[in-house]
């Protein structure tokens, strides 16, 4: 199994472009979070998942969108990048919302 | 929404010595999640409490949840430098609530 599987591992965008960062997970699991982490900061909430076709928005939603289209992949879009989503981002996944969540290497993610 | 609060923001503590985290919820949590994270590294779950008033012990490593399933702290006994790292609280309100909302984490440094 290879668990939580991001790409990319790293990206520099400038201000305004658009990017995807992908994130697939293998265990079959229903639940899935995608997070931010700014330096020396804890882990925010962007959007969250409980199973395919469904999404739903976290403590800091915007400048992002979701999909979830199959249970495996759950995709994070950012339009016009800012300067402000400079940071680590983190997808995570889970049985259900009592199980351990498994996480990803992350994307570092630098916007010039 | 659900806040959850964490204390000390930092901890340097000398090898050998003991440390102490500590979490609040702004509301009753279903469950309460421990995560570490090494430097450069990604959240690694370490251990769920569901019970109110819920001790667990992992070596040195000792996990409690309060009786009102609000709060609950981390002890770490006689630290080593391999302790080193980020540890963060995580929960989902009770009910019907979905969101695993983690702590701001306390950054434990260890002096050899």
């Known amino acids: 199994n290879a668990g939580v599987t991001q790409t990319p591992k790293f990206r520099i965008l400038k201000i305004g472009q658009s990017m995807t960062l992908q994130c697939a997970q293998d265990?079959?699991?229903?639940?899935m979070y995608w997070y931010r982490q700014d330096p020396g900061m804890g882990l925010k909430l962007i959007y969250y998942?409980?199973?395919?076709?469904?999404?739903d928005k976290g403590e800091v939603p915007n400048g992002y969108n979701v999909s979830r289209s199959t249970t495996e992949d759950f995709p994070l879009r950012l339009e016009l990048a800012a300067p402000s989503q400079t940071s680590v981002y983190f997808c995570?996944?889970?049985?259900?919302?009592?199980?351990?969540?498994?996480f990803g290497q992350g994307t570092r993610l630098t916007v010039v | 929404g659900q806040q959850v609060m964490q204390i000390p923001q930092y901890q340097h503590v000398q090898e050998g010595e003991d440390f102490t985290t500590y979490c609040n919820s702004s509301?009753?949590?279903?469950?309460i999640q421990w995560y570490k994270q090494r430097p450069g590294g990604h959240p690694v779950f370490l251990i769920q409490?569901?019970?109110?008033?819920e001790v667990k012990k992992q070596k040195r490593l000792t996990f409690q949840f309060g009786e009102a399933k609000k709060n609950s702290s981390l002890h770490i006994t006689a630290t080593q430098t391999t302790d080193v790292g980020t540890y963060f609280c995580?929960?989902?309100?009770?009910?019907?609530?979905?969101?695993?909302?983690f702590g701001s984490g306390t950054q434990l440094t260890v002096l050899p």
């Open positions: 995570a996944s889970g049985g259900n919302k009592n199980t351990e969540a498994f």
């Open positions: 998942s409980v199973g395919a076709g469904i999404t």
């Open positions: 265990m079959n699991h229903n639940y």
């Open positions: 995580a929960g989902i309100s009770s009910g019907s609530a979905r969101q695993l909302t």
């Open positions: 409490l569901v019970k109110s008033g």
């Open positions: 509301t009753t949590l279903s469950n």
